[in-house]
């Protein structure tokens, strides 16, 4: 049998050009960006993985539809703000989508934009994206999943789980 390792990643952005000037400079185009993130997540990811994406994923669902194919891995997508919801249903692209995801056991909840304490109901820990490694205002009980946070690739669920309990 084979083991199924999770994974947790945010804002991706594939396809949007404005990411490289808003924080990704070291870029110097959006191709030579897709190609850095989709490497670092097959260096870590298998075919066989879980991975949940805490929103942003591309920039247009056509983005979604070319680079998906590309990924190793099953995908559950938590909707971020430039997520474009119905497209992506019609798509197929994932396994499933949530608008926010509890892990109750292990004590934090994943979202896309950071919650604020008193919205986590059974967690305290929140696991989000949003900020794109701009950690001001947020608090000790939240975690950036940004890419520009976590060195572009997927951070596995046991170094969370061991976060969410500290």
Request: aromatic share 12%; net charge negative; charged share 20%.
């Amino acid at each position: 049998m084979t083991t199924r390792d999770v994974w947790f990643i945010s804002d991706t952005h594939f396809g949007h050009n404005n990411i490289i000037t808003y924080c990704r400079p070291q870029f110097l185009s959006v191709e030579e960006m897709e190609e850095y993130i989709i490497t670092k997540w097959n260096e870590v990811v298998g075919p066989q993985d879980l991975v949940y994406h805490l929103g942003d994923f591309a920039w247009k669902t056509s983005d979604a539809k070319r680079v998906r194919p590309l990924l190793n891995g099953t995908i559950r997508l938590i909707v971020g703000n430039h997520d474009d919801i119905p497209s992506l249903v019609e798509a197929g692209l994932f396994q499933r989508i949530y608008l926010w995801k509890q892990f109750r056991y292990e004590g934090f909840t994943a979202s896309h934009i950071p919650m604020r304490f008193d919205q986590l109901r059974h967690s305290t820990k929140n696991l989000h994206g949003h900020v794109h490694g701009n950690l001001e205002g947020l608090e000790h009980f939240h975690r950036d999943m940004s890419v520009e946070s976590i060195g572009f690739a997927p951070v596995h669920f046991d170094e969370v789980a061991l976060w969410a309990k500290s």
